[in-house]
């Protein structure tokens, strides 16, 4: 039993189901991020466990209290929105004052919290504007600040970095995460931006139609997906996912996948060393795992080297980013900068078969 | 006066009554729709009397449209359980009103005060409903008048027309003259008084009886009653060409300052001839409207009595003492340009018309020739009343023909007494 | 834009550039132009008002003679005066003085009892959804349309026994009913763009229902409240059928004195203090549409709207 | 700490507790009241309420009135030339008060006012004005220009377009706004786009602004609608249903058949047939209105 526990929960609105049967467990000071298209379920989830949304069936219980019925105030949580949801009427002080003045805090000991909340966000200068006078990271920290000053057991993030620009967007991530580090406080984070997810989370919740699809650490997440919707959601740019054929070469499982050309190449697949011969799937490899062969990865023991013509080139800076046909579809490969490969001529490839994964094509979950 | 009456009156009152307590013991509420000028200044005189018998006066007026305003509050009132101790209402009302079951008894005043030796009785076939006293009449209008501007008259070498021919010959020649002969506003009263004004005109007094007051088919379908859209058809040439739509008192304003040369409508006129420093009867002469001589329409306002509670009764029947008394019927009607509700009223302070009005009433009463007016609510229930009102407006203004007409008012009437 | 949806989406709108963008040329042709359309339509706007206006400033005989559109050759106030405290409009002569009176503790009330009432049911419709909601709007907003010619004998006959027929809370009850229609149709409207988040934070926040609704919603109501305001105050100021039926002696609203003033049947007519009456009568509503003239564009833009 | 299933049971009941004084208002005096007059409508009512069971009579007899065809067919006239005048109107002040107008606050406030005027007497000012005796034809006539005609007030085909001149004088402000406050919501970036896009002003209005102030439109329909019905005040002050029954409308028969002519059950009748023409045309719009929110 975990300190925040999703147990069978699931939420429809009349015959939709928008949320089936789902089971979380989160332990005290976990970042778990929920994530995923919209519509996938994940602000459903999560305001549930904030009380604004009823629960269909199934327990949601917080530090072992179980919370179905129990109002949003009262679950002593906080929560943080997408549109920061500051009172227009009222000044930032105000706006920070609201929550505990609902809680019968004393106005002394508010007005403590506020200073102090306002020093750790850098927000004390601003305490008598209007939020129409901030600008979108002001009132994040806003939103922030009256999150804070519940000392929640659980903080709720709900897409909150959505409404800012890229670069402010980094930069309020870093100070989420070292807010996290620094009060260890338990966070449930919805984002549909997979690398927020990746960059904060200590667990991710990777949900699609209404299911958890993969629930597990970045690491596991990234390196091994569960299914090919993971897999291709996870991940910039995205996995690859070829259609192959498994054939054993000179004993070894080998991934036979068709060339723009007609040719096929074969490389040698130790991973599906336990799937059947012959057996269609679909190869996962990510652009990483298709490089120049001196960008590979050493240490790797599945490198498997061969030649295939390249359609585009793209420089991005730190890589270039090569296309080729393989098993019908577009793959991208992630060479190093300054590569000479140029568009229409063949290029030496690196696979580390080792990072690749293999998906039925039927069911699409990860065989291998 | 009226007003040197009327202390005398307050006077005699406050010595002989009550050892007079500030706060009124009693109050009455009217409803009426006597707003303006005159008329409710006149009806001032009927508070005050009341006052002086220590009955306080609630004043519920309301406006509009002949009385319509007023009697769809006085359904409200009495859908709510509320009414009002008296309300203002015309003959037929009273009648329909009485018929609910609404209204209360007045017969012991009325016996008290002789009511019916002095009610002419034609008045009190409405205010007496199966052998009770209902309501208490204040006036008496007659709407049978033509009006004729008597300067315009004398420089066309005319004298006032007793026929529908000679009126028509008259209004012939002023229109030859340049002036327009019949001064009329074009709303669907007006319509209907010069209307009752032809039929009574032309078919006489048992005439306008069935047709009008008995809506007998075939009096209504009769060659008559063609011969009476004849004769609306050559009216309607008399008039001018903006006449639709026009107050009836604009109509008058034409009339005295010589526009036209002659109005039909009713006593009231009076009002804005003598507002105009003119003389009815001299300046602008009074006759009965053409072949009405002898005859004599009326409407009358009467007071309905509602039922009220127990305590409310005594003040009630004062309220009706009140109107009924002979001071507050002289005062009342000199202002309002109609003639007491009864006969017993001396007619020396009234005017000219006043005077003849009198004279021709007692004439009419005694020739069974004391008609209630249609267009004012004393020869038809409402209904009925209106589907004529419909028909007679309607080939006012358009060019049916008369024979269209009196199948037109048939079919009206029969479907509005359904 | 969320965090002040109201004030924000308000001065971004006024902010909108004119269209055609013809705005940069100081004088030309086409402005002159449009500068003389607008003001022809001004004349056909202020065209009745000029006739009441200048006839309330004549003399009766000046009118009667024929003289209706032009100005008055003999400036007077004498109507002005009567309307006001002189006029007789019923047996007393005592002008529409007293009667402004019964108007406000009736208009008053019924505004605020509507308005407050239509702001909680939009609150309840758009932020406390249920099944069956919207067909339940649906169902009120069409309390709009009802003819008040058909409710009024069954109202009468409901406050006689309610036992308020006749008084000034019968009144206000009867205008709150048919006036709580378009304040909920304002506000449900208005509400349904107020971002629901903020609800959200405050329920977090510990705000129960009500608090939610006096600490949030309305203080961000301002200008939906105008449009309500002066939508209901129109309506019930200027209603005749209600004041004239449901009213008591003592609890005439001033349209019924107004009429009383102006539809003397035989009595006569005396049009200049008619005409006076009648601007009497609008100033009222007139200087709350001058005052808050500038908020009602803004709060349909905000609210009724927005669909 | 609050125990949970009461807290729980007020909560849901609460919105629902605060929404029932409404609802209970509507179900009475609205609905019932609809319901009530449904069943005047077959009795044989006539000065007050009765409840002796007639059937289709009253319908019968409504539809036989010549009076209560001019009615309807004066409605559609009227409502159709009202509503879209007002329409047009509304939306061509309101895009030339949109331009950068000096003074739009005063223009605006003269567009609107005829709103807060009472027609009890305001049809008199427009009586007079229409009267060709002493108004508009008379005063162009007095310029100078002799042939100058303008005498529809007195003249039966066109008397209701003089209802409808003053109609839109008293609403056509407030529609204005309405359309006015639509064009203040429309995002400004989209009208640079277009105009970057080359779109002349007209086309801009055209394709880009009229279509988006749908809602606006929708609105102002309403509105209108709810008061081309209720057009009462207005007849009775300008035409009282004259010249004859030219400008007799629904509104004015049902008031008459009613109160002044006691035949209540009539009067139920043609109240009940204006209600089926009111849903008519609200369910539709009620209709697009919930589809778009779901």
């Known amino acids: 039993m975990g300190f925040l526990d999703i147990d069978n929960v699931t939420k429809s609105y009349g015959a939709v189901k928008v949320l089936n049967e789902t089971e979380i467990s989160v332990e005290e000071g976990e970042f778990l991020v929920l994530v995923g298209p919209s519509g996938c379920g994940k602000s459903t989830l999560l305001n549930m466990i904030a009380g604004l949304e009823d629960v269909t069936s199934g327990d949601i219980s917080i530090n072992g209290r179980r919370v179905n019925d129990v109002k949003p105030a009262e679950r002593n949580i906080a929560m943080v929105f997408q549109s920061y949801a500051l009172y227009p009427n009222m000044t930032v002080r105000g706006n920070i004052s609201f929550g505990m003045e609902m809680h019968g805090v004393p106005k002394a000991e508010r007005e403590e919290k506020i200073a102090k909340v306002a020093d750790l966000l850098q927000i004390t200068n601003l305490l008598d504007r209007k939020p129409g006078q901030l600008s979108g990271g002001q009132r994040q920290r806003v939103a922030m600040g009256r999150a804070l000053t519940r000392d929640p057991d659980v903080f709720l993030f709900d897409e909150p970095l959505s409404n800012l620009d890229a670069k402010l967007r980094v930069d309020m991530r870093t100070e989420i995460k070292k807010l996290h580090q620094k009060l260890g406080t338990t966070i449930v984070y919805v984002t549909h931006d997979q690398i927020e997810a990746l960059t904060l989370s200590t667990r991710i919740a990777v949900m699609f139609g209404g299911n958890v699809q993969q629930l597990g650490t970045p690491q596991e997440i990234y390196d091994n997906p569960a299914n090919m919707f993971v897999a291709g959601f996870m991940g910039s740019p995205a996995m690859n996912l070829l259609p192959a054929r498994l054939e054993r070469v000179n004993g070894a499982m080998c991934a036979v996948l068709k060339v723009g050309d007609g040719s096929t190449i074969t490389v040698p697949f130790p991973r599906a060393e336990d799937l059947t011969e012959g057996a269609d799937i679909v190869l996962g490899i990510r652009p990483e795992a298709m490089t120049d062969p001196e960008g590979a990865d050493r240490d790797s023991n599945a490198l498997t080297e061969t030649e295939l013509p390249i359609d585009v080139v793209e420089p991005a800076g730190s890589d270039t980013y090569v296309t080729v046909a393989l098993g019908g579809k577009d793959a991208i490969g992630r060479f190093r900068a300054h590569n000479p490969a140029k568009a229409g001529q063949p290029a030496r490839f690196t696979f580390d078969m080792a990072k690749a994964v293999a998906f039925d094509p039927e069911t699409e979950t990860r065989l291998a | 006066m009226a007003f040197t009456k009327t202390s005398k009156l307050l006077a005699t009152v406050a010595f002989t009554s009550a050892i007079g307590s500030a706060a009124m013991a009693q109050e009455?509420?009217?409803?009426?729709?006597?707003?303006?000028?005159?008329?409710?200044?006149?009806?001032?005189?009927?508070?005050?009397?009341?006052?002086?018998?220590?009955?306080?006066?609630?004043?519920?007026?309301?406006?509009?449209?002949?009385?319509?305003?007023?009697?769809?509050?006085?359904?409200?009132?009495?859908?709510?359980?509320?009414?009002?101790?008296?309300?203002?209402?015309?003959?037929?009302?009273?009648?329909?009103?009485?018929?609910?079951?609404?209204?209360?008894?007045?017969?012991?005043?009325?016996?008290?005060?002789?009511?019916?030796?002095?009610?002419?009785?034609?008045?009190?076939?409405?205010?007496?409903?199966?052998?009770?006293?209902?309501?208490?009449?204040?006036?008496?209008?007659?709407?049978?008048?033509?009006?004729?501007?008597?300067?315009?008259?004398?420089?066309?070498?005319?004298?006032?027309?007793?026929?529908?021919?000679?009126?028509?010959?008259?209004?012939?020649?002023?229109?030859?003259?340049?002036?327009?002969?019949?001064?009329?506003?074009?709303?669907?009263?007006?319509?209907?008084?010069?209307?009752?004004?032809?039929?009574?005109?032309?078919?006489?007094?048992?005439?306008?009886?069935?047709?009008?007051?008995?809506?007998?088919?075939?009096?209504?379908?009769?060659?008559?009653?063609?011969?009476?859209?004849?004769?609306?058809?050559?009216?309607?040439?008399?008039?001018?060409?903006?006449?639709?739509?026009?107050?009836?008192?604009?109509?008058?304003?034409?009339?005295?300052?010589?526009?036209?040369?002659?109005?039909?409508?009713?006593?009231?006129?009076?009002?804005?001839?003598?507002?105009?420093?003119?003389?009815?009867?001299?300046?602008?002469?009074?006759?009965?409207?053409?072949?009405?001589?002898?005859?004599?329409?009326?409407?009358?306002?009467?007071?309905?009595?509602?039922?009220?509670?127990?305590?409310?009764?005594?003040?009630?029947?004062?309220?009706?003492?009140?109107?009924?008394?002979?001071?507050?019927?002289?005062?009342?009607?000199?202002?309002?340009?109609?003639?007491?509700?009864?006969?017993?009223?001396?007619?020396?302070?009234?005017?000219?018309?006043?005077?003849?009005?009198?004279?021709?009433?007692?004439?009419?009463?005694?020739?069974?020739?004391?008609?209630?007016?249609?267009?004012?609510?004393?020869?038809?229930?409402?209904?009925?009343?209106?589907?004529?009102?419909?028909?007679?407006?309607?080939?006012?203004?358009?060019?049916?023909?008369?024979?269209?007409?009196?199948?037109?008012?048939?079919?009206?009437?029969?479907?509005?007494?359904? | 834009m969320a965090t002040a949806p109201t004030s924000e989406a308000v001065t971004a709108g006024t902010g909108t550039p004119p269209p055609g963008g013809k705005t940069r040329a100081s004088v030309n042709i086409p402005r002159i132009v449009l500068y003389v359309i607008l003001g022809l339509f001004c004349i056909y706007y202020l065209l009745p008002l000029y006739v009441m206006l200048s006839n309330s400033l004549k003399p009766l005989n000046e009118i009667t003679s024929g003289g209706m559109m032009a100005l008055p050759s003999d400036w007077t106030l004498a109507a002005w005066r009567s309307a006001w405290s002189e006029a007789q409009v019923g047996v007393a002569a005592t002008g529409l003085k007293p009667y402004f009176a019964n108007s406000f503790f009736m208009?008053?009330?019924?505004?605020?009892?509507?308005?407050?009432?239509?702001?909680?049911?939009?609150?309840?419709?758009?932020?406390?959804?249920?099944?069956?909601?919207?067909?339940?709007?649906?169902?009120?907003?069409?309390?709009?349309?009802?003819?008040?010619?058909?409710?009024?004998?069954?109202?009468?006959?409901?406050?006689?026994?309610?036992?308020?027929?006749?008084?000034?809370s019968g009144l206000i009850f009867v205008h709150v009913i048919y006036g709580v229609s378009f304040s909920t149709l304002y506000f449900r409207n208005y509400y349904a763009a107020f971002p629901t988040e903020l609800v959200r934070a405050a329920q977090i926040d510990g705000a129960g229902f009500f608090t939610i609704f006096y600490r949030i919603l309305l203080p961000n109501s301002g200008p939906i409240a105008v449009v309500c305001v002066i939508w209901l105050f129109t309506n019930i100021w200027n209603d005749f059928l209600f004041g004239a039926s449901f009213s008591d002696f003592d609890s005439q609203p001033m349209t019924v004195a107004l009429n009383n003033l102006v539809q003397s049947s035989t009595g006569v007519k005396e049009y200049n203090v008619h005409f006076a009456g009648a601007i009497m009568a609008a100033l009222p509503t007139l200087f709350v549409y001058i005052v808050a003239g500038r908020f009602f564009v803004r709060g349909l833009m905000t609210g009724s709207v927005k669909g | 700490m609050a125990q949970p299933m009461t807290g729980r049971s007020l909560r849901d009941w609460l919105p629902k507790l605060v929404l029932s004084p409404t609802v209970a208002m509507m179900a009475i005096f609205v609905y019932g009241f609809i319901f009530f007059t449904t069943y005047l409508s077959f009795t044989d009512s006539r000065m007050l309420p009765s409840y002796e069971w007639v059937g289709f009579d009253n319908y019968a007899t409504l539809f036989k009135l010549r009076t209560w065809d001019i009615a309807v067919n004066n409605l559609l006239i009227f409502g159709g030339l009202y509503i879209g005048i007002c329409c047009l109107l509304g939306l061509t002040l309101a895009i030339l008060l949109d331009q950068k107008i000096r003074a739009e606050g005063f223009i605006r406030t003269i567009y609107l006012y005829p709103m807060a005027l009472s027609f009890i007497v305001t049809g008199v000012a427009w009586k007079w004005f229409l009267d060709p005796g002493i108004g508009l034809e008379a005063v162009v006539q007095g310029w100078g220009w002799e042939s100058f005609e303008f005498d529809w007030i007195k003249d039966r085909d066109m008397a209701i377009y003089t209802v409808v001149i003053a109609a839109v004088w008293q609403t056509s402000g407030f529609v204005m706004a309405t359309f006015l406050a639509g064009l203040r919501g429309i995002d400004g970036e989209m009208l640079k786009a277009a105009e970057v896009d080359g779109a002349s002003t007209f086309a801009l209005y055209r394709r880009i602004v009229i279509p988006q102030l749908r809602p606006a439109f929708l609105s102002a329909f309403v509105v209108l609608a709810h008061m081309a019905i209720k057009s009462y005040d207005l007849v009775v002050a300008l035409t009282n249903g004259g010249p004859g029954t030219a400008t007799e409308v629904p509104a004015t028969f049902m008031y008459s058949y009613t109160f002044t002519r006691n035949q209540m059950g009539v009067g139920a009748a043609s109240a009940e047939i204006m209600l089926l023409t009111i849903a008519a045309v609200i369910i539709p719009y009620l209709w697009s209105e919930l589809r778009e929110k779901k």
């Open chain 2, 28 to 418: 009455v509420e009217v409803l009426h729709w006597w707003t303006a000028g005159g008329e409710a200044a006149a009806l001032n005189v009927l508070k005050e009397d009341l006052a002086s018998k220590n009955v306080g006066w609630q004043d519920m007026p309301v406006a509009g449209g002949g009385g319509e305003a007023a009697s769809t509050t006085l359904k409200a009132r009495v859908a709510a359980g509320n009414p009002p101790t008296a309300a203002q209402m015309l003959g037929m009302q009273l009648r329909e009103w009485a018929n609910e079951g609404a209204l209360g008894d007045l017969s012991s005043v009325a016996e008290e005060n002789n009511w019916a030796e002095v009610v002419p009785a034609a008045v009190q076939e409405f205010a007496v409903n199966d052998g009770k006293w209902v309501g208490a009449p204040v006036n008496i209008h007659r709407p049978n008048w033509l009006w004729i501007n008597a300067e315009i008259f004398d420089a066309q070498g005319l004298t006032p027309p007793t026929t529908w021919e000679e009126f028509n010959a008259a209004a012939d020649k002023l229109q030859e003259a340049g002036i327009t002969p019949l001064a009329h506003g074009g709303q669907p009263w007006q319509d209907a008084t010069v209307f009752d004004d032809v039929v009574l005109g032309i078919g006489g007094p048992d005439f306008y009886r069935k047709a009008i007051i008995e809506a007998d088919m075939d009096a209504l379908g009769s060659d008559t009653m063609v011969q009476v859209f004849d004769q609306m058809r050559k009216l309607s040439g008399y008039v001018d060409e903006n006449f639709s739509g026009r107050d009836w008192n604009l109509a008058t304003a034409m009339l005295l300052n010589g526009e036209a040369g002659m109005q039909l409508m009713g006593d009231w006129a009076k009002g804005e001839i003598i507002r105009a420093d003119m003389v009815p009867g001299e300046d602008i002469l009074c006759v009965a409207a053409p072949g009405t001589e002898g005859s004599y329409l009326f409407n009358t306002d009467f007071f309905g009595a509602f039922d009220v509670s127990e305590e409310s009764k005594p003040a009630q029947m004062e309220l009706a003492a009140s109107i009924m008394s002979k001071e507050f019927q002289e005062a009342f009607n000199l202002v309002k340009g109609s003639i007491p509700a009864r006969t017993d009223v001396a007619p020396d302070n009234f005017d000219a018309c006043g005077q003849k009005a009198m004279e021709d009433i007692v004439e009419a009463a005694d020739n069974n020739a004391l008609l209630g007016s249609m267009a004012h609510g004393h020869g038809q229930t409402s209904s009925v009343q209106r589907a004529m009102f419909d028909v007679v407006t309607e080939h006012f203004n358009s060019d049916m023909s008369s024979q269209d007409a009196v199948e037109e008012l048939q079919i009206a009437v029969e479907s509005a007494m359904l």
């Open chain 3, 107 to 168: 208009v008053i009330p019924a505004v605020a009892i509507a308005t407050l009432l239509g702001a909680l049911n939009g609150y309840v419709l758009t932020k406390w959804r249920f099944r069956g909601d919207t067909i339940l709007f649906g169902l009120i907003l069409f309390g709009c349309f009802i003819p008040f010619q058909i409710v009024l004998i069954p109202m009468a006959r409901a406050l006689g026994f309610l036992n308020i027929s006749g008084t000034v």
